[in-house]
């Protein structure tokens, strides 16, 4: 074989291979990517069921006239109440999830165990609820765990965004306010139902507020100064 010929065929050997080590790279992301898909499935099917519990335990109002049904409904407004709270909560929670899934490209052992601890909280949700619901008035001990509990959902899930970034899980093209320091946003939303835990002494009822409230100005802060960078229009579509 002539010079020319065992360069060539040299050339076309390394071509061959470069073109398999790609190939065998593509499937194993593809793999990975689908591995990520299922765990998002399988979070989304027991946040399903936990939303679904909310509703099975609401009382039934009663009344053989107009005026007694709706009697007994407004006995039970705490109840329908407390349901709608977790519902908007639950379904938050599952929306701040399901924006970060879908930029996951691969899951590893530490992501799927953050991911069960989250779901626990989540299947934990629909049991704190009825705590919430038991006895005539709201404590400031029921409004605590209840809280506490929406607190520890955000901050497990800021620390599964802080993992994925850090370890390069994201695939290409995740949203800068997520990938980038995307954690704090969640850190700093967490952080406003924990704050609310103290000033319900003070506020009563109107510490519910506070959850919309300390996240809005916490996380404008953040992103005034630097800290996040601001989630910009379409970058989810």
Not at 143 to 164: D, E, H, I, K, N
Not at 208 to 220: H, S, T
Request: aromatic share 10%; net charge negative; proline share 4%.
């Amino acid at each position: 074989m002539t010079p020319e010929g065992s360069a060539k065929a040299t050339d076309q050997a390394t071509e061959q291979s470069a073109a398999e080590a790609e190939r065998r790279a593509t499937i194993a992301a593809e793999i990975a990517r689908g591995a990520a898909e299922r765990l998002s499935f399988f979070s989304d099917a027991v946040v399903a069921i936990a939303i679904t519990l909310l509703a099975i335990e609401l009382p039934v109002p009663q009344g053989d006239t107009d005026a007694a049904f709706l009697h007994s409904l407004g006995e039970e407004s705490f109840a329908y109440i407390t349901f709608l709270i977790s519902f908007i909560a639950i379904a938050n929670h599952w929306a701040a999830h399901h924006r970060v899934f879908r930029y996951v490209g691969r899951a590893d052992r530490g992501l799927v165990l953050l991911n069960l601890v989250w779901l626990l909280l989540i299947v934990l949700t629909p049991f704190i609820t009825e705590v919430v619901r038991e006895g005539d008035d709201l404590t400031w001990i029921r409004f605590g765990l209840y809280s506490l509990t929406q607190a520890l959902l955000l901050f497990v899930l800021a620390v599964m965004v802080s993992r994925m970034s850090t370890r390069g899980l994201f695939v290409d093209g995740t949203p800068e306010s997520l990938a980038r320091r995307g954690w704090i946003s969640m850190a700093l939303t967490g952080a406003g139902f924990l704050l609310s835990i103290p000033f319900f002494p003070l506020l009563r009822a109107w510490s519910f507020a506070l959850w919309i409230a300390l996240p809005i100005v916490f996380n404008r802060i953040a992103v005034a100064v630097g800290l996040v960078a601001p989630h910009r229009h379409g970058e989810d579509d």
